[in-house]
């Protein structure tokens, strides 16, 4: 074959294939010609991630077809299957699905062979369990804007109740409590990652709520930095309580209003228990700490464990968490897969012991390989 046709990648080319830029540029402009509807169907809707960025780095007009946020969505349910609850808010933190998809890949290329959400995943689970204590917030502030409205008269009382704007420990609030697995199953990388994830959820409360960030990166940084401050602003209706949990239970922590660093230090300081795995043990003592507070106290409770237990001890869990919810008023039950061999579906059952219907919500696999230990 005479040189001339062939390309400089050594392929075998036509001698009609165009070769000067003029040409090609020339066939782009009839290529984006195309009535908008026409192009998406010759070009984006069916291309997969891979594509979808190969087309977006060729001009400005496919860039924006590839960046269709629906297209993406649907990328994200052939992937990664229907997204939850969670990972709508995420998405909407990530400010597309795009960017949610792009941090998802990156957080289980990064874990490999482990499955790891991404950190807009879990910032919005975070958020899930705070979320009574913002909702308390802002009713808070906007009750004390309409009072400083009001303006009352000198020497009168001022007409919002003290509770209302610094929070009162026999009305409202949020009581977290932490169950975690400290039994034989669960190594020391997964006791720290549960650890971890503890550390974030307490700063989210002292925050008041996450301020739309990933909770990665420099946003965590800056989150850590500023723990003292935030834990001074916390309000006194947040507490925390932290059960250990192998064939027996110990308290970390009693219900304690939220205090930033002497939570780093109880976590820097807590070793693992090891031995079984008893969760019904650790939800009644979570009921019994909790007993003394407020009706009207939020109670959730936060599952961090592999969930591998055996059948006797499912049903004991589980009635346990539907007995805790039946005698005790305002209690959800949240639960994250840390470890090898998580059982999730074990996890999903106990968090429908209480409300079947939103438990797929309420379980975020953490850190898990989808493999048995042995």
């Known amino acids: 074959m005479s040189p001339s046709l062939r390309s400089s990648s050594g392929v ?27 192009l998406e169907r010759t070009t984006v809707a069916n291309a997969d991630w891979k594509d979808l960025c190969a087309i977006g780095a060729a001009c400005t007009t496919l860039r924006t077809l590839a960046q269709d946020c629906d297209l993406w969505r649907q990328e994200w349910i052939r992937v990664y299957g229907e997204p939850g609850a969670v990972q709508q808010a995420a998405a909407a933190k990530a400010g597309s699905w795009k960017a949610l998809f792009a941090a998802r890949t990156l957080a289980l290329r990064e874990t490999e062979p482990w499955l790891k959400p991404s950190t807009f995943e879990v910032q919005a689970s975070v958020d899930m369990l705070t979320a009574p204590l913002v909702k308390e917030m802002a009713a808070a502030k906007d009750t004390a804007a309409g009072a400083e409205a009001a303006t009352p008269a000198a020497g009168d009382e001022a007409s919002v109740p003290a509770a209302a704007i610094e929070g009162d420990e026999g009305e409202g609030g949020l009581c977290l409590v932490f169950l975690v697995d400290g039994s034989g199953s669960v190594t020391e990388e997964d006791f720290r990652v549960m650890t971890e994830f503890m550390l974030l959820a307490v700063r989210s409360v002292a925050a008041g709520g996450s301020d739309g960030g990933g909770g990665g990166g420099e946003e965590a940084a800056a989150a850590a930095a500023t723990a003292g401050e935030a834990a001074s602003a916390a309000p006194p209706r947040a507490k925390v309580a932290v059960i250990q949990f192998s064939n027996d239970v110990r308290v970390e922590q009693g219900p304690v209003e939220v205090d930033v660093p002497a939570f780093e230090a109880l976590m820097a300081g807590m070793g693992r228990m090891n031995g079984g795995t008893n969760i019904a043990l650790a939800v009644q003592k ?56 998580v059982d999730k579906q074990e996890l999903l059952r106990i968090c429908a012991a209480r409300d079947p219907d939103t438990a797929e919500d309420r379980y975020l696999a953490l850190m898990v390989l989808d493999e048995a230990p042995w």
């Open 12 to 38: 075998a080319e036509g001698p009609s294939t165009p070769h000067s830029k003029e040409a090609r540029r020339a066939a782009d402009s009839l290529l984006l010609a195309l009535p908008r509807e026409l």
């Open 286 to 341: 979570a009921g019994q700490l909790l007993k003394p507070l407020s009706p009207s106290t939020r109670r959730v409770l936060v599952l961090l464990t592999d969930g591998r237990i055996d059948s006797h001890q499912s049903r004991e869990a589980r009635d346990m968490a539907a007995r805790l919810g039946d005698e005790q008023a305002n209690v959800r039950l949240h639960a994250y897969g840390v470890g090898r061999g």
